[in-house]
């Protein structure tokens, strides 16, 4: 069975401009989280999509945005890039958002570097 | 508010010893925790997870417990090999206040000496 996929797996944007990252879950898992991870803050949560839904919201600026589409695949879109967003954007499926024996399965991640 | 520490940085054993990785939590909300694992420009690769109704989980040669009064958790790795050189995040979910949404420990980076 395939894994969590992410495309791009690399970008290089310059400030103010905006991005798509895509995400394609695991086959049959309809829930998608997205993560940042930079060396300072760690990994930190930015939202959750089930039934293309935003269901969780992490404590980020308006900026940062996601979607989800029928087939479970979701976007996250990032526009007027600041330099703080160079970051590592990792996605993470699951079967559903939460029950007794869950785990989310993460993608390799796209790298972003903002110049 | 760091809700979920893991206080030692880095961590080295030699191969066939037992690695200990520790995590500390503040949330008594939390309901599940996990173990990932992660190399460098890769996604956290997942180990194993725990629900707060259980004290230990065990998988071949990851073993996870917790204890819910000291609010702490470990994972045990035994035997302990070359590959599992990589860096250990502890994971923290409560599904009442905040779903699926998943709270992250600094890591651990654990190197595993030949």
């Known amino acids: 069975k395939a894994g969590v996929t992410q495309t791009p797996r690399y970008l290089i944007k310059t400030r103010g401009q905006q991005v798509t990252l895509s995400c394609s879950p695991i086959s049959g898992h309809r829930s998608v989280s997205w993560y940042q991870q930079t060396p300072g803050q760690g990994l930190q949560f930015l939202f959750e999509?089930?039934?293309?839904?935003?269901?969780n919201k992490g404590n980020f600026p308006g900026r940062f945005s996601g979607r989800q589409f029928s087939n479970s695949r979701s976007e996250m879109n990032v526009s007027t890039l600041e330099l703080g967003d160079s970051a590592l954007y990792l996605c993470?499926?699951?079967?559903?958002?939460?029950?007794?024996?869950?785990?989310?399965?993460f993608g390799p991640g796209t790298r972003l570097t903002v110049t | 508010d760091q809700q979920v520490k893991q206080n030692s940085p880095s961590l080295s054993v030699q191969e066939g010893r037992i690695s200990i990785l520790n995590c500390d939590y503040t949330n008594s909300m939390f309901d599940y925790f996990l173990w990932y694992k992660k190399y460098p420009a890769e996604g956290p690769t997942f180990l194993i997870s725990i629900s707060s109704i259980k004290d230990k989980n065990e998988d071949g040669r990851f073993t996870v417990f917790l204890n819910k009064s000291a609010k702490h958790l470990s994972l045990h790795i035994v035997p302990s090999q070359p590959g599992d050189s990589a860096v250990y995040f502890c994971a923290a979910s409560a599904e009442e206040t905040s779903g699926s949404r998943l709270t992250f420990g600094e890591g651990t980076q654990l190197t595993v000496n030949p």
């Open positions: 993470a499926s699951s079967f559903y958002p939460r029950g007794p024996s869950y785990e989310q399965y």
């Open positions: 999509y089930f039934s293309e839904t935003q269901r």
